[in-house]
C-alpha cells in the first residue's frame, strides 16, 4: 500500500512539474517560483518556513547571482536531465526520501545516510599524487548484482542519492548506464577524472537523465597536470566542452593543498569554470590517507583561514562569478558537523568494507557479508552515532583531522580493522600524521568560530523576529 501512495504522489508531481516546466520559457521568475511552492506543499514542516521564504526572495529578482545560476542550468540542460532530476534528486532523495531517512533513525536507532558513496572498482586510468585510490590496484570491484542489492536496500530505507568514486568509475561506464537505467527512481552523481567522456556515453546519459558529474580538476593546466598527468587539463576542458554539448549537468571536484590552494581560487580559474559550463564546485580537504601519504600538503593554519573566507565568499550573491561552492571541510556547520558513519552519509570501497567515510579506512563490516541495515549498525557506526557531532566548533568537525583522538578512542573500542589496501594503517599511525595538524589549526579556528557565532546570532534573531522561535527548529 505504501508502495502504490508513494508512485501515486509521484506521478502526480511529474504531471504538475510538467505543467509548470512546458512554460518554464514564457515567464522563467514566476514558474521557477510555483516549483518552489510545488516542493513546500510537498514536504510540509520537513524545512523551517524561512527556507521557502528565502528561496522564494531570491528568485524574485532574475538579475540576482542564484537566479542567473538557475536560468543557466534551464538554458543549458537538457530537457529531460532536468526532469530527471527534479523527480529523482528532488522529490525522490530530497522531498519524500529525506522524511523516510529520518522516520527510520528513529526506527532503527542508529544513523541512516541521505547519500551513500560507492567505489564500483579500484581500476583508474591516472595515478594523481595524494589519491588513496591510487594505493588500490586494479583488480577490485564491486559487481553490477552488488551494486544492484546495495541500491535495492538503501531504498527500502528511503535512500534515493548515489554518489560514485573509485578508482575511476568510468572504467565501467556501460554498467553504471545499467543501473541508473533500472533505478530510475534515484539520483547518481559520478566523481570523475573526465578523460573517458565520449560521444557515445553522453548519448546514454542524456537518454536516461539521471546521471551528473563532479570532474576532478586541480585549478591551472600546471598544478593539475603536476598531479594529474600531463595533458590531463586539455582532456578535462574537452569533456567539459563535450557535456555541455549534450545538455548533462556537471561541476567539479577541487581537493585543495598547500600548494594549489591559491590557484584554486583565483577569479581566473574560476570564470573558466563558468565558460565552460561548470555550475557547481565541490572543494576538499587535502587528507593524509595511507601509508606513504604526505603531511607536506596539508594547508598551515593561515591558508586554511583563507580557504574559509574565500569559498564562502564565492558562494554569496554578491559574488558576481555564478558559480555554487561547497567546502566539505569547512561547511560542517550547515549538515551539523560530521556527517559520516551514515549521519548522511557513508563509503563503500571496492572491496566491499563499508566505511565511515571515503577518507577513513577503517570498518567492522562488509556488504557481501552482511545486509546494509546491519552495516549501518555495526560498532564503528554506532560509535559515530553516539559520539557526532564530535567538536561544538563546526571548523573542527572531522574525528581524524580536527580531533584525533576521537577517532583513535572509535577504533579502538570498536574493534574496527583497517582497510587500507596498500597496507594496513594502524591508527596511531594516521593520528600521528594529523596531530600536529589539529593542534595548529585549533587556536585559529576557536577565534574564526567565536567572530562567526556572533553573526549567526544576529542573523537568528532576524529570523525570530520576523518567523518566531518554531521557525528556528
Known amino acids: 500500500m505504501a508502495t502504490v501512495k508513494h508512485n501515486a504522489g509521484r506521478k502526480a508531481f511529474e504531471v504538475a512539474f510538467n505543467r509548470i516546466y512546458k512554460y518554464i520559457n514564457k515567464d522563467r521568475q514566476a514558474h521557477v517560483v510555483k516549483l518552489l511552492n510545488l516542493a513546500h506543499k510537498i514536504t510540509g514542516n520537513t524545512f523551517p518556513e524561512y527556507f521557502w521564504d528565502n528561496a522564494i526572495e531570491e528568485f524574485s529578482d532574475m538579475n540576482n547571482k542564484w537566479a542567473?545560476?538557475?536560468?543557466?542550468?534551464?538554458?543549458d540542460l537538457h530537457p529531460n536531465v532536468v526532469k530527471q532530476h527534479v523527480l529523482n534528486m528532488g522529490y525522490e532523495a530530497g522531498l519524500t526520501g529525506f522524511k523516510q531517512v529520518k522516520a527510520n533513525r528513529e526506527k532503527y536507532g542508529c544513523n541512516v545516510p541521505w547519500v551513500i558513496l560507492m567505489d564500483p572498482t579500484s581500476a583508474c586510468n591516472l595515478r594523481c599524487t595524494g589519491c588513496w585510490a591510487a594505493e588500490y590496484g586494479h583488480k577490485l570491484n564491486l559487481t553490477n548484482e552488488e551494486l544492484d542489492s546495495i541500491i535495492t536496500q538503501a531504498k527500502e530505507l528511503g535512500i534515493h542519492f548515489f554518489v560514485l568514486t573509485g578508482g575511476e568509475p568510468l572504467?565501467?561506464?556501460?554498467d553504471i548506464i545499467k543501473l541508473a537505467d533500472?533505478?530510475?527512481?534515484?539520483?547518481?552523481?559520478?566523481?570523475?577524472?573526465?578523460t573517458l567522456i565520449d560521444d557515445d556515453f553522453c548519448k546514454e546519459v542524456q537518454r536516461v537523465g539521471n546521471i551528473s558529474f563532479a570532474i576532478s580538476i586541480e585549478g591551472t593546466e600546471e598544478t593539475t597536470d603536476d598531479r594529474r598527468g600531463?595533458?590531463?587539463?586539455?582532456?578535462?576542458?574537452?569533456?567539459?566542452?563535450?557535456?555541455?554539448?549534450?545538455?548533462?549537468?556537471?561541476?567539479?571536484?577541487?581537493?585543495?593543498?598547500?600548494?594549489?590552494?591559491?590557484?584554486?581560487?583565483s577569479d581566473e580559474f574560476?570564470?573558466?569554470?563558468?565558460?565552460?559550463?561548470?555550475?557547481?564546485?565541490?572543494?576538499?580537504?587535502?587528507?593524509p590517507v595511507g601509508k606513504d601519504a604526505s603531511t607536506d600538503l596539508l594547508l598551515t593554519p593561515e591558508q586554511r583561514a583563507y580557504m574559509v573566507e574565500k569559498v564562502r565568499g564565492i558562494r554569496m550573491r554578491t559574488c558576481d562569478i555564478p558559480l555554487?561552492?561547497?567546502?566539505?571541510?569547512?561547511?560542517?556547520?550547515?549538515?551539523?558537523?560530521?556527517?559520516?558513519?551514515?549521519?548522511?552519509?557513508?563509503?563503500?570501497?571496492p572491496n566491499g568494507d563499508v566505511?565511515?567515510?571515503?577518507?577513513?579506512?577503517?570498518?567492522?563490516?562488509?556488504?557481501?557479508?552482511?545486509?546494509?541495515?546491519?552495516?549501518?549498525?555495526?560498532?564503528?557506526?554506532?560509535?559515530y552515532h553516539n559520539n557526532q557531532p564530535f567538536n561544538d566548533n563546526m571548523l573542527q568537525p572531522c574525528p581524524m583531522l580536527e580531533n584525533p583522538q576521537m577517532i583513535k578512542k572509535m577504533v579502538e573500542e570498536s574493534g574496527a580493522h583497517?582497510?587500507?589496501?596498500?597496507?594496513?594503517?594502524?591508527?596511531?599511525?594516521?593520528?600521528?600524521?594529523?596531530?600536529?595538524?589539529?593542534?595548529?589549526?585549533?587556536?585559529t579556528a576557536e577565534k574564526i568560530w567565536a567572530e562567526h557565532k556572533e553573526h549567526i546570532e544576529e542573523i537568528k534573531k532576524e529570523h525570530e523576529a520576523k518567523y518566531g522561535k518554531a521557525s528556528n527548529a
Not at 171 to 174: C, Q
Open 230 to 265: 600531463s595533458g590531463v587539463y586539455q582532456k578535462v576542458m574537452a569533456a567539459f566542452d563535450k557535456l555541455h554539448e549534450y545538455g548533462l549537468l556537471y561541476g567539479v571536484s577541487v581537493c585543495y593543498t598547500s600548494k594549489n590552494y591559491l590557484a584554486v581560487t
Open 324 to 349: 555554487f561552492t561547497l567546502d566539505f571541510q569547512n561547511d560542517a556547520e550547515f549538515v551539523g558537523g560530521c556527517i559520516a558513519g551514515g549521519k548522511n552519509y557513508l563509503h563503500i570501497n
Open 270 to 287: 574560476l570564470n573558466n569554470l563558468v565558460d565552460h559550463g561548470v555550475l557547481i564546485a565541490w572543494y576538499f580537504h587535502y587528507m
Open 418 to 443: 583497517s582497510t587500507d589496501m596498500q597496507a594496513e594503517e594502524p591508527v596511531d599511525d594516521l593520528i600521528a600524521k594529523t596531530v600536529p595538524y589539529a593542534e595548529n589549526w585549533a587556536p
Open 171 to 174: 572504467v565501467r561506464k556501460n
Open 68 to 75: 542567473k545560476v538557475v536560468n543557466k542550468a534551464f538554458d
Open 182 to 194: 533500472k533505478h530510475n527512481d534515484c539520483a547518481f552523481h559520478i566523481f570523475t577524472n573526465g
Open 355 to 383: 566505511e565511515p567515510c571515503v577518507f577513513i579506512h577503517y570498518s567492522g563490516a562488509n556488504i557481501r557479508e552482511k545486509s546494509l541495515l546491519e552495516c549501518l549498525q555495526q560498532p564503528l557506526f554506532m560509535a
